[in-house]
C-alpha cells in the first residue's frame, strides 16, 4: 500500500490549493478516504471523508462549505479542494485509508497560510 500526497505549498489566506493522493498497492475503489491535518503542537484531526464510490462525503465543521473531497476511481486518486484558506488551516495534510480506521498514511504534504 502507498500514498502519495501532493499539491501542499504556501497560499495567503482567502487562496485556494488543492491536494491529490495518489494510491497503488491496493483495490483504491473499495475503500472509503479521508483527509487528516496537523497543526504543530496539535493532534492530527479528521478533515473529510468520502465513500468508496464516491456518493458520501463529509466534513469536519471548521473546513465545512470550504473544502471539498473528491476521488476518480479510474486514477486512483483522492483529492482535497481548499478554497477560503484561512491562517488556522496551516497544517501538514495526510491521505488516509479507511478500513473502520485508518489503515494506511501518506507521508504528508504541507500547507502553510500566511500574508
Known amino acids: 500500500v502507498q500514498l502519495v500526497e501532493s499539491g501542499g505549498g504556501l497560499v495567503q489566506p482567502g487562496g485556494s490549493l488543492r491536494l491529490s493522493c495518489a494510491a497503488s498497492g491496493f483495490a483504491f475503489s473499495r475503500y472509503n478516504m479521508s483527509w487528516y491535518r496537523q497543526a504543530p503542537g496539535k493532534e492530527r484531526e479528521l478533515v473529510a471523508t468520502?465513500?468508496?464510490?464516491?456518493?458520501?462525503?463529509t466534513y469536519a465543521d471548521s473546513v465545512k462549505g470550504r473544502f471539498t473531497i473528491s476521488r476518480d476511481n479510474a486514477k486512483n486518486t483522492v483529492y482535497l479542494q481548499m478554497n477560503s484558506l484561512e491562517l488556522e488551516d496551516t497544517a501538514v495534510y495526510y491521505c488516509?485509508?479507511?478500513?473502520?480506521?485508518?489503515?494506511?498514511w501518506g507521508q504528508g504534504t504541507q500547507v502553510t497560510v500566511s500574508s
Open positions: 468520502i465513500s468508496s464510490g464516491g456518493g458520501v462525503t
Open positions: 488516509a485509508r479507511i478500513w473502520r480506521t485508518p489503515t494506511h
